[in-house]
């Protein structure tokens, strides 16, 4: 299979869009994120997955993880929490840098967080110097295809 113009930020995005739609990938998100706020009944309703794919998935989402090693760490570390943590951290980190946000649910509350943090500076950013950032990390988003 051949493909034109095909950059390395389109293929992340498909590989994001795959990731999205994956069972395991909502799994995933479940056990580790939602699984104190969100009931497994109201999960598989949500998926639209049934009693048997959510054990049968649970039970595939486990041998890949082990099989990555990613509950140990390679470090002198042995805080269980820590490394899982940091696993997770990388997860996302790799999955979704650049292309989307993973929890865009936060978005505003961080917006307005940020919004909050940079009114106690006494500086204030021009609306001439946000555009020029806004290239800048354009520019560099070019760059790194």
Known sequence: MKGHNITTTVMNEI?????????LFALFNYQF???KTL???TFMKQNFIS????YASGVELRK???ESDFY???NIINDSEYILRLHIFEFFYSAFNGIDSPFPDMNIPINNLIIRIQA??????KPVQKK???NFSKNLDFAND
């Open 120 to 125: 106690q500076f006494s500086f204030l950013i």
């Open 132 to 134: 020029q950032a806004g």
């Open 39 to 41: 009931s497994k009944e």
């Open 15 to 23: 590989r994001l869009l795959y990731l999205k739609r994956s069972v």
């Open 64 to 66: 890949i993880l082990n």
């Open 72 to 74: 140990h760490s390679s």
């Open 33 to 35: 994120l939602q699984f």
């Open 51 to 54: 009693k048997t794919k959510f």
